[in-house]
Nanobody, 122 residues
Framework: EVQLVESGGGLVQAGGSLRLSCAAS????????IGWFRQAPGKEREGVSC????????YYRDSLKGRFTISTDNAKNTVYLQMNSLKSEDTAIYYC???????????????WGQGTQVTVSS
């Protein structure tokens, strides 16, 4: 069974940090790019970051460069998103997704997780 399980969300004050985890199972992790997305209430889902396990490419949303860092631990089949200097506008549900043999940013994602809530209080 394919699973992408996000964790690490929560409530944090503005200026604080969180590290999200995306634990993958049920597919060959090294063949996939893993992307992070977010959706705030009343807004469309947007791409946050991506890392490709097949070619090493990465992607960051322009507005998040310098604050967010994506990394992968292939031994644990887990991708992390370190989020620093958080702002109230970062409040959203954060999802991870997997794209088969793609560089980043990937055009289409095959598998999706259920999401983890991040709330930044001002």
């Amino acid at each position: 069974e394919v699973q992408l399980v996000e964790s690490g969300g929560g409530l944090v004050q503005a200026g604080g940090s969180l590290r999200l985890s995306c634990a993958a199972s049920g597919f060959t992790f090294d063949d996939y790019a893993i992307g992070w997305f977010r959706q705030a209430p009343g807004k469309e889902r947007e791409g946050v970051s991506c890392i490709s396990n097949s070619d090493g490419s990465t992607y960051y949303r322009d507005s998040l460069k310098g604050r967010f860092t994506i990394s992968t631990d292939n031994a644990k089949n887990t991708v992390y998103l370190q989020m620093n200097s958080l702002k109230s506008e970062d409040t959203a549900i954060y999802y991870c997704a997997a794209a088969f043999r793609s560089r980043c940013p990937a055009p289409w994602y095959r598998y999706w997780g259920q999401g983890t809530q991040v709330t930044v209080s001002s």
